[in-house]
């Protein structure tokens, strides 16, 4: 009897789907897209209606006829690709290439367990083809926007680059922030706290002055904080009023991808590439010993919050026999997705709250388990019931001063018993807790111990993290679940952004290619447009836009706004603010098969090329002679060495793979260098083996710039 045949995409996911249904079916992996645009050329044939020229991949031909001989002997073919806009375009490539197969029978699914594969069995649908519509009409914009920007930028910045609808706008997003930082001028403001005591204790607590004569604290310079200080000293310090106030606090909403992604990198300094990998492993399936091979968590390209009836039945039945049943709402939570959201999916949640993370922590690798946890939990939590707590605020008049401090308590902890959310700024290391208030009531006279003046300076805006950067692409509407990973991976495989740290910063050349882009395809790098283009895909999807219609509507403009491009782009050049030996002219920045290099202006008057070095801006530890240099491998990877160095003995031998500094261990005066941590966190170490002190960064001193001492951090 032949069997029925069902087609996924990941090996992996093929794996565990051919264990849960067993003998009767026969289970394979297209490994993703089998038919595309082409390579080479546009593929697009815009004067018959923008129609795509699909080929198939030239790796997968052998892939593709492996399914056809399946699927002639095949009683059923289920097409079961990824429940999302991707998925459905694979399972119409495929079912195209397959032939006029009438069991042919599109299934999908959220969640790769037991019961969701067979009851997509039982229920499968027809392709739907306003879903893939929507792929085509993606597909098709970001082939004419790439094959028609790119030869551009070859031609007027440098060979290898690339312009997209999302990526530009990405980059855009990071250019403007860098610009904002730059133009920022920073303001002087100061705060003053009192240390103080009641009665005969001991143990202070601090208070922030927030008024001054009635009106707010607003104190920008030393010669004010002064004189508000001296006239402290002299006051009587006495609580003046002292209120209680009940506050509760809601759990957050199940993650989405983007939440998901941001969250992972505050706590674990995961980036956006590594959280999707490992969910995506989470979700295929893990092999759970006696069970077999079970997917932990639902779909993890989501952008919709909404939760099955069935999963807050089961999540409910255990809060109630973990916490007991207060620790349950009223009514089970519903959260409200953003506009536009896909509400066929799920938020992503485990697809088990049986299975808790003690429970299959022997069958993950660490960092498979830190994102199962942190999944697992934040959907426990979204279903708990809310924090109350005590916030009791506390003011302290002082002559013509008001001082506050405040102390929260937890009445109840609800969802916190379990999960607590961290802001931008924060990571997974507990801060430290400040002194507890002393009992207090209104008319208590208060002792000053000290009062503490501190000079601030206003920040500029934050750079972008890859957290932070989805962020915004959410909340602006620019891309999608699927596109926040590639899209930041692309800009910095590019060379328009690179890390410092978890920050995001633009390199000279990003920065030219975004004025570029700004100056000549104004469109294309705007947020509203790009945000209302994804609206418009959002359109074809529900069947209310024709797609053909769509790409028409925005090539008529953009082929006008090319052809004036193309006349009026200037060559740009990159300044390395170096010359040349030869004529003295200076250098530019190059790029050519083998990285970046320097090349004299003048060229082809002066021929002159020199290798592109970056010092760092110290002497070589060993010989003291060479500066110090960052180099990379032939696959890329960065390490340091003597400019000195070379492969015979008549140079220096210094190299590193992490950035050498000048500062001397202060247990036993080796060298210390730059580690980073998987959380982001940046600090030294010390090179010597038996000894690996770890320190702070050394701070700059703000009048002069010079590097202070190092501070000593516990290991």
Same mark, same amino acid.
């Given at each position: 009897?032949?069997?029925?045949?069902?087609?996924?995409?990941?090996?992996?996911?093929?794996?565990?789907?051919?264990?849960?249904?067993?003998?009767?079916?026969?289970?394979?992996?297209?490994?993703?897209?089998?038919?595309?645009?082409?390579?080479?050329?546009?593929?697009?044939?815009?004067?018959?209606?923008?129609?795509?020229?699909?080929?198939?991949?030239?790796?997968?031909?052998?892939?593709?006829?492996?399914?056809?001989?399946?699927?002639?002997?095949?009683?059923?073919?289920?097409?079961?690709?990824?429940?999302?806009?991707?998925?459905?375009?694979?399972?119409?490539?495929?079912?195209?290439?397959?032939?006029?197969?009438?069991?042919?029978?599109?299934?999908?699914?959220?969640?790769?367990?037991?019961?969701?594969?067979?009851?997509?069995?039982?229920?499968?649908?027809?392709?739907?083809?306003?879903?893939?519509?929507?792929?085509?009409?993606?597909?098709?914009?970001?082939?004419?926007?790439?094959?028609?920007?790119?030869?551009?930028?070859?031609?007027?910045?440098?060979?290898?680059?690339?312009?997209?609808?999302?990526?530009?706008?990405?980059?855009?997003?990071?250019?403007?922030?860098?610009?904002?930082?730059?133009?920022?001028?920073?303001?002087?403001?100061?705060?003053?706290?009192?240390?103080?005591?009641?009665?005969?204790?001991?143990?202070?607590?601090?208070?922030?002055?927030?008024?001054?004569?009635?009106?707010?604290?607003?104190?920008?310079?030393?010669?004010?904080?002064?004189?508000?200080?001296?006239?402290?000293?002299?006051?009587?310090?006495?609580?003046?009023?002292?209120?209680?106030?009940?506050?509760?606090?809601?759990?957050?909403?199940?993650?989405?991808?983007?939440?998901?992604?941001?969250?992972?990198?505050?706590?674990?300094?995961?980036?956006?590439?590594?959280?999707?990998?490992?969910?995506?492993?989470?979700?295929?399936?893990?092999?759970?010993?006696?069970?077999?091979?079970?997917?932990?968590?639902?779909?993890?390209?989501?952008?919709?919050?909404?939760?099955?009836?069935?999963?807050?039945?089961?999540?409910?039945?255990?809060?109630?026999?973990?916490?007991?049943?207060?620790?349950?709402?009223?009514?089970?939570?519903?959260?409200?997705?953003?506009?536009?959201?896909?509400?066929?999916?799920?938020? #992503?949640?485990?697809?088990?709250?049986?299975?808790?993370?003690?429970?299959?922590?022997?069958?993950?690798?660490?960092?498979?388990?830190?994102?199962?946890?942190?999944?697992?939990?934040?959907?426990?939590?979204?279903?708990?019931?809310?924090?109350?707590?005590?916030?009791?605020?506390?003011?302290?008049?002082?002559?013509?001063?008001?001082?506050?401090?405040?102390?929260?308590?937890?009445?109840?902890?609800?969802?916190?018993?379990?999960?607590?959310?961290?802001?931008?700024?924060?990571?997974?290391?507990?801060?430290?807790?400040?002194?507890?208030?002393?009992?207090?009531?209104?008319?208590?006279?208060?002792?000053?111990?000290?009062?503490?003046?501190?000079?601030?300076?206003?920040?500029?805006?934050?750079?972008?993290?890859?957290?932070?950067?989805?962020?915004?692409?959410?909340?602006?509407? #620019?891309?999608?679940?699927?596109?926040?990973?590639?899209?930041?991976?692309?800009?910095?495989?590019?060379?328009?952004?690179?890390?410092?740290?978890?920050?995001?910063?633009?390199?000279?050349?990003?920065?030219?290619?975004?004025?570029?882009?700004?100056?000549?395809?104004?469109?294309?790098?705007?947020?509203?447009?790009?945000?209302?283009?994804?609206?418009?895909?959002?359109?074809?999807?529900?069947?209310?836009?024709?797609?053909?219609?769509?790409?028409?509507?925005?090539?008529?403009?953009?082929?006008?706004?090319?052809?004036?491009?193309?006349?009026?782009?200037?060559?740009?050049?990159?300044?390395?603010?170096?010359?040349?030996?030869?004529?003295?002219?200076?250098?530019?920045?190059?790029?050519?098969?083998?990285?970046?290099?320097?090349?004299?202006?003048?060229?082809?008057?002066?021929?002159?090329?020199?290798?592109?070095?970056?010092?760092?801006?110290?002497?070589?530890?060993?010989?003291?002679?060479?500066?110090?240099?960052?180099?990379?491998?032939?696959?890329?990877?960065?390490?340091?060495?003597?400019?000195?160095?070379?492969?015979?003995?008549?140079?220096?031998?210094?190299?590193?793979?992490?950035?050498?500094?000048?500062?001397?261990?202060?247990?036993?005066?080796?060298?210390?260098?730059?580690?980073?941590?998987?959380?982001?966190?940046?600090?030294?170490?010390?090179?010597?083996?038996?000894?690996?002190?770890?320190?702070?960064?050394?701070?700059?001193?703000?009048?002069?710039?010079?590097?202070?001492?190092?501070?000593?951090?516990?290991?």
């Amino acid at each position: 009897m032949a069997k029925n045949l069902v087609i996924v995409e990941s090996p992996a996911k093929a794996k565990t789907i051919a264990k849960i249904l067993g003998k009767d079916f026969q289970v394979k992996a297209s490994a993703g897209h089998v038919r595309d645009l082409p390579k080479k050329g546009i593929g697009v044939n815009i004067k018959k209606n923008f129609e795509p020229q699909y080929e198939v991949l030239a790796e997968k031909a052998e892939v593709v006829k492996d399914l056809q001989e399946a699927a002639l002997k095949a009683q059923t073919v289920f097409l079961a690709p990824d429940p999302d806009r991707e998925g459905e375009a694979i399972a119409w490539h495929l079912a195209t290439l397959l032939g006029d197969h009438t069991t042919m029978k599109r299934i999908e699914f959220n969640e790769i367990t037991k019961d969701a594969i067979q009851r997509a069995i039982k229920h499968p649908r027809t392709i739907d083809i306003n879903r893939v519509n929507a792929q085509q009409a993606r597909r098709v914009l970001d082939r004419l926007v790439g094959y028609k920007i790119s030869p551009l930028l070859w031609q007027k910045v440098r060979r290898g680059l690339s312009a997209g609808r999302v990526q530009s706008v990405a980059v855009r997003l990071i250019c403007d922030r860098e610009k904002e930082i730059q133009a920022f001028k920073p303001q002087e403001y100061w705060s003053i706290t009192a240390d103080l005591l009641k009665g005969s204790g001991k143990t202070p607590f601090s208070a922030e002055l927030v008024k001054w004569k009635g009106k707010k604290l607003d104190i920008d310079n030393q010669k004010s904080a002064d004189a508000v200080v001296a006239a402290l000293k002299t006051a009587e310090y006495q609580v003046a009023k002292i209120t209680t106030k009940e506050q509760k606090r809601q759990p957050g909403a199940p993650f989405i991808t983007s939440t998901l992604q941001q969250e992972a990198s505050r706590r674990f300094g995961y980036t956006v590439k590594r959280t999707m990998a490992l969910a995506q492993q989470l979700y295929e399936g893990i092999e759970l010993g006696e069970e077999g091979p079970v997917g932990l968590i639902t779909y993890m390209r989501t952008d919709a919050t909404r939760i099955a009836k069935e999963a807050q039945e089961e999540s409910a039945a255990f809060i109630t026999e973990k916490w007991g049943k207060n620790y349950l709402p009223e009514s089970p939570r519903q959260y409200k997705s953003r506009k536009g959201a896909q509400e066929a999916h799920e938020a #992503i949640r485990p697809t088990s709250a049986a299975r808790t993370p003690d429970s299959v922590k022997k069958a993950l690798t660490p960092d498979q388990f830190k994102l199962y946890r942190l999944i697992w939990e934040r959907f426990m939590a979204s279903q708990m019931a809310n924090a109350i707590l005590s916030v009791l605020t506390v003011e302290i008049g002082a002559g013509d001063g008001l001082f506050r401090v405040s102390d929260t308590k937890v009445v109840f902890a609800g969802y916190q018993v379990l999960y607590t959310e961290l802001s931008e700024n924060e990571n997974d290391e507990e801060a430290p807790k400040p002194p507890k208030l002393p009992d207090l009531t209104e008319g208590d006279a208060l002792k000053l111990k000290e009062l503490n003046p501190k000079q601030h300076f206003t920040q500029p805006p934050p750079r972008f993290t890859e957290a932070s950067l989805v962020k915004a692409l959410e909340e602006q509407g #620019i891309g999608r679940p699927s596109t926040y990973a590639p899209t930041i991976s692309t800009i910095q495989q590019r060379g328009y952004v690179t890390k410092e740290g978890r920050a995001l910063q633009p390199t000279e050349l990003g920065l030219q290619v975004n004025d570029q882009l700004v100056l000549h395809f104004p469109n294309i790098v705007d947020v509203g447009f790009t945000a209302n283009m994804e609206n418009k895909l959002d359109e074809v999807e529900s069947g209310s836009e024709e797609w053909h219609d769509l790409i028409g509507n925005f090539y008529k403009p953009f082929a006008e706004t090319l052809k004036t491009a193309a006349k009026e782009m200037k060559p740009v050049e990159i300044p390395s603010g170096q010359f040349c030996e030869l004529c003295g002219s200076e250098y530019l920045i190059k790029s050519g098969r083998f990285g970046e290099f320097l090349a004299c202006s003048k060229y082809p008057e002066c021929k002159s090329t020199k290798p592109l070095i970056k010092r760092i801006g110290m002497k070589c530890p060993t010989c003291k002679e060479g500066d110090v240099i960052e180099k990379k491998t032939r696959m890329g990877k960065t390490f340091y060495g003597c400019d000195r160095w070379s492969k015979d003995d008549t140079g220096c031998s210094f190299t590193s793979w992490d950035q050498p500094t000048e500062t001397k261990c202060p247990k036993c005066t080796t060298m210390m260098v730059i580690k980073r941590s998987k959380a982001g966190r940046t600090f030294m170490l010390c090179t010597n083996a038996e000894c690996k002190h770890i320190a702070n960064m050394p701070k700059k001193k703000a009048d002069a710039g010079e590097q202070g001492e190092a501070e000593t951090a516990e290991a």
